[in-house]
């Protein structure tokens, strides 16, 4: 079915399905004259107004400041990639690729998916660019929107930022824990205090696939207890029943074989090495056998910070060791690892501990008088070329309005610009605080309110 898209004369879309062969004619116009209330976002993508978005930012810019000291660099990537990414590297018998990802075929016929995860596409990156053949190690980050079509509800939604990090070419438990302690430390800087390391090694291809056949061999006598996801994972996937929520999974997994006891040598002694290098430091972990987590490419060390203060979505951050996945890609074998941090989720807790400053302006210019408009236009723009926030009244307005509008901006100062005052040279500049207020020269009244203000910090 092909959708037709017309626009009334009051750009109101209207959808209309047709069907067969006008494919490359979607939009049409046609004049209408009925009201329809503004559209809505869709379902799971939400927006961030001014307000929420300063908050953000300053989460972003702590993150950015740690990264840069725990050396690691910015890599942006597109959005939409080539479907087979994310079939190859999520697994294709993962809840992600089997039925959250956002897929299309477009107009040339590719198929293509807005990435649901950042890993994927960083090692696309890497082995694209030969990145490996320039250093042996790397360190990135990125931040930006990923996309799930999982069942929206609070802290979970179809359109959500990750903060990621990955370091490439490190095998060494050590890079593991760097990351765990880079993850601590932001939450820490960010005053989540309460934020907890699990962590838990997932083996190895050496040592796993016993684990996976004695799980298999148990879970086939828990029959009917499981859910009906958990019935599919166990033949495709049955880590993950491990790490299944629901009640009656839990309870049928609770003498499940454990992890731990099938761990090769090699396993044991970077799993206790990153354990040793988090004692070292004093950070504070849980072992959690059966965090396995979502996404198939993980060996080796998985971890996840998790918070009291997010109720059922209780998971900030995840990530783990992800060392098949380049060769996996038609790479070669480079070891990696890295974690993802849900930004919507941890905006949520930051800004449940504190708000960040809402930018105010240092002046409000008000003009009283069409003939004053020019003189303030021309402060303002001063101002703000300089890089002081200045405000004005557009349009005119009563002194008392304007007023009140500089109130509301909370502005620090106001500058009145009168007509009569402008022709005699002088303009008021009242101090909103201390309602002390003084007449200065309109003789380069900018300059001057630029010195006034750099001089006060203002
Ligand atoms: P993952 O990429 O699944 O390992 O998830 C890493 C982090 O991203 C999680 O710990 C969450 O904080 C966050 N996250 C994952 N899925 C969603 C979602 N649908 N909505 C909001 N945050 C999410």
């Not at 929420?52 to 050396?71: D, P």
């Not at 629901?246 to 454990?258: F, S």
């Not at 090699?266 to 849980?286: I, K, M, N, P």
Request: with cysteine; hydrophobic share 40%.
């Amino acid at each position: 079915m092909i959708l037709i898209i017309v626009a009334d004369n009051d750009r109101q879309p209207v959808v209309t399905p047709v069907s067969g062969t006008r494919r490359h004619n979607l939009y049409e116009t046609r004049t209408t004259t009925h009201t329809m209330t503004p559209l809505q976002s869709i379902k799971g993508f939400k927006d961030i107004l001014p307000g929420e978005s300063e908050l953000w930012q300053s989460i972003e810019e702590q993150a950015k400041t740690v990264f840069a000291a725990f050396g690691f660099r910015e890599i942006r990537l597109p959005m939409l990639e080539k479907t087979e990414l994310f079939a190859r590297s999520i697994g294709e018998a993962t809840d992600i690729v089997e039925k959250e990802m956002y897929t299309f075929q477009d107009r040339g016929g590719d198929l293509l998916t807005m990435r649901p995860e950042a890993t994927a596409g960083i090692v696309r990156a890497y082995l694209q660019h030969k990145l490996y053949a320039q250093e042996p190690v790397h360190k990135f980050f990125t931040i930006g929107p990923m996309f799930r079509r999982e069942r929206p509800q609070k802290g979970r939604y179809r359109q959500f930022s990750q903060i990621n990090a990955e370091i490439f070419g490190v095998a060494s438990p050590y890079a593991d824990a760097q990351l765990i302690l880079v993850l601590v430390h932001l939450m820490n800087g960010l005053g989540v205090t309460d934020a907890k390391p699990h962590i838990n090694s997932l083996g190895c291809p050496a040592c796993r696939p016993a684990f996976r056949t004695a799980l298999q061999d148990f879970l086939a006598d828990a029959g009917d207890q499981l859910c009906s996801d958990c019935l599919r994972r166990r033949e495709t996937n049955p880590l993950r029943v491990l790490d299944c929520k629901v009640p009656g999974c839990k309870e049928a997994t609770q003498n499940a074989p454990a992890l731990s006891d099938y761990l090769c040598a090699e396993c044991r002694t970077h799993f206790a090495t990153v354990r040793q290098a988090l004692d070292d430091r004093g950070v504070a972990y849980t072992i959690d056998d059966r965090l396995v987590r979502g996404l198939d490419y993980y060996i080796r060390t998985t971890f996840e910070i998790q918070t009291g203060a997010l109720g059922a979505q209780n998971a900030i951050a995840g990530g783990g060791r992800y060392d098949g996945l380049a060769r996996a890609l038609g790479g070669p074998d480079i070891p990696a690892t890295g974690f993802a941090i849900g930004l919507d989720r941890l905006a949520e807790i930051v800004g449940s501990i504190r708000r960040p400053d809402l930018p105010r302006p240092t002046l409000y210019i008000a003009a009283l008088g069409e003939d004053a408009r020019p003189m303030a236009f021309q402060c303002l723009s001063q101002l703000n070329l300089s890089g002081i926030t200045a405000e004005m009244a557009y349009e005119d307005k009563s002194l008392k309005s304007q007023m009140k509008r500089a109130n509301k901006l909370g502005a620090a100062h106001v500058l009145i610009i009168g007509e009569q005052e402008m022709q005699q040279g002088k303009a008021t500049l009242r101090d909103m605080a201390t309602k002390e207020q003084v007449t200065i020269p309109t003789d380069d009244l900018a300059a001057h309110l630029i010195e006034r203000f750099h001089n006060t910090g203002g």
